[in-house]
């Protein structure tokens, strides 16, 4: 199917539901060379010029470390959501930031504008997600992964004499790693993890149905240029500092907001029947109110249930039964704390802050 | 007896139609239950409604989207295959055989001859 100008499989020969079940119980590997990739040059200036759009201390950032932000307009709305990573290659220091291929045109002209000599590396670089409680042990069997390498570390290593970007990252609420891999030597290492049976070949289906269990926003669902990462409920993803720092976008907005009561929350939710939630339905109070919509729903396989994330009117007392549009009847939902499966990282200690 | 089952037709909606006595069974095709993907649910249709052809009648859910079965010809539906209600995926498993959906009893034979064989259904399919 065509997913940001990408032709891209939902799903390989198994199915969805089997992909989904082997990436929860072993490991999966997702081809996600769509998305951006770039590289910065640590440089005062440019770091200070992102400062605009990025609300993190991006000096201060430690190396070998990824950091889950946004970039952000004027309003504070969400621009993009990426993986910000301090990483040296061949002795210079760079940023390297992996971005969604929907926003590509949007985070290049910012990325262009700061640091002009900013490097895209997605057409030399494949970009490749293993995902799982197995995928340390499949990876290791070809790529050296120090013991102590924890989620959101990133590092360099080698895989037949060139160099590869590793971090212990992912999208799935499980485990893993993504890797960026030369072009030249992708075929041949991802055939290599193949050769363990107990992996396979996910597509973009099952990536969603985890990223939804795991409760993690996408963008274009729970993600747009009208809402802020605090309306999002990504508000811990926020440097507290850069709030006060009239350099960052939207900084008034995001300080008042965390402040102040929101108009709208967001929240998870369970199907009582058989029927699928889907992104776009409506939700109702019981006395036939609109109160709010859904951004993401899927069969969740680990539920056997139609799960979803939505936004609903923050004055809407949740112990009040909801109601969801589903072809023309009221069906009842209930709330579910987000996630509906519990993360599974590997960490010591916290990953942020 | 005298039974007459006749072949099986398909529709441009991927749906496949058996006659026997004047009974159809229709189902979805294999290759709609492959392009579905993983099916979690079906809101099957109400026995003893009258339906038209192309009426929307009922509705299969997948982990991919919601697809409505259209009925192939006018009649009458006299019998659901109750048990997909506790198991749709037996339509992913053997979509032209158990995982019928329902039963009509038809009104005009003309317009089951109309229906695709199945070497024209193929041909339809590699367009």
């Known amino acids: 199917m065509p997913f940001a100008g990408f032709n891209m499989p939902i799903n390989y020969k198994t199915g969805i539901i089997n992909e989904h079940k082997n990436v929860r119980n072993h490991s999966g590997i997702f081809d996600v060379s769509h998305m951006g990739q770039i590289l910065i040059e640590n440089n005062e200036s440019y770091l200070h010029k992102l400062e605009k759009y990025i609300p993190l201390q991006l000096k201060k950032l430690i190396k070998n470390r990824s950091h889950y932000s946004f970039l952000l307009n004027k309003d504070g709305g969400v621009i993009d959501d990426l993986i910000i990573s301090n990483i040296d290659i061949k002795e210079n220091s760079y940023l390297y930031i992996v971005y969604n291929a929907s926003r590509k ?31 340390i042990n499949v990876l290791k069997n070809i790529i050296d992964i120090p013991n102590n390498m924890n989620f959101f570390d990133i590092l360099i290593s080698k895989y037949n004499n060139n160099e590869i970007i590793v971090s212990r990252s992912g999208y799935t609420g499980e485990d893993g790693f993504e890797l960026s891999i030369p072009n030249e030597i992708a075929e041949n290492l991802i055939t290599n993890l193949l050769k363990n049976e107990n992996t396979m070949l996910c597509g973009l289906g099952s990536r969603d149905s985890l990223r939804l269990e795991a409760g993690l926003s996408l963008y274009g669902h729970e993600l747009n240029e009208k809402i802020t990462p605090i309306e999002a409920g990504l508000s811990w993803a926020l440097d507290k500092e850069r709030l006060e720092d009239e350099n960052l976008n939207g900084n008034k907005v995001l300080s008042d907001q965390l402040k102040n009561k929101l108009s709208n929350k967001k929240i998870g939710l369970i199907s009582t029947s058989k029927s699928m939630l889907r992104d776009g339905m409506t939700l109702f109070d019981n006395n036939n109110n609109e109160i709010g919509k859904i951004t993401s729903g899927c069969f969740s396989p680990n539920l056997k249930k139609s799960i979803a994330i939505g936004y609903i009117i923050s004055e809407f007392n949740t112990d009040n039964p909801i109601f969801c549009e589903i072809r023309k009847k009221l069906e009842l939902v209930k709330i579910n704390n987000l996630p509906f499966v519990k993360k599974n990282y590997k960490k010591n200690g916290s990953v942020y802050e | 007896m005298g039974a007459y089952m006749s072949e099986k037709k398909y529709t441009k909606d991927h749906e496949w139609v058996s006659i026997e006595n004047e009974i159809a069974t229709i189902g979805i095709s294999n290759h709609a239950q492959e392009s579905l993907g993983d099916i979690v649910f079906i809101e099957l249709p109400s026995v003893g409604n009258s339906v038209k052809a192309k009426d929307e009648i009922c509705v299969v859910e997948s982990v991919k989207a919601a697809s409505d079965i259209y009925a192939p010809i006018d009649g009458e539906i006299i019998e659901v295959n109750n048990n997909l209600e506790n198991d749709a995926a037996i339509i992913n498993q053997d979509a032209e055989n158990e995982g019928w959906i329902f039963k009509m009893k038809i009104s005009d034979s003309n317009q089951y001859s109309e229906l695709m064989s199945e070497d024209e259904y193929k041909q339809f399919l590699e367009q």
Do not use: R, T
Not at chain 1, 118 to 124: D, L, S, V, W
Not at chain 1, 126 to 135: H, M, N, R, T, V
């Open chain 1, 105 to 135: 045109k949007e985070d290049e002209e910012i990325f262009i504008s700061c640091a002009p000599n900013a490097e895209k590396i997605y057409n030399k670089n494949c970009l490749f997600a293993i995902q799982g409680p197995d995928s």
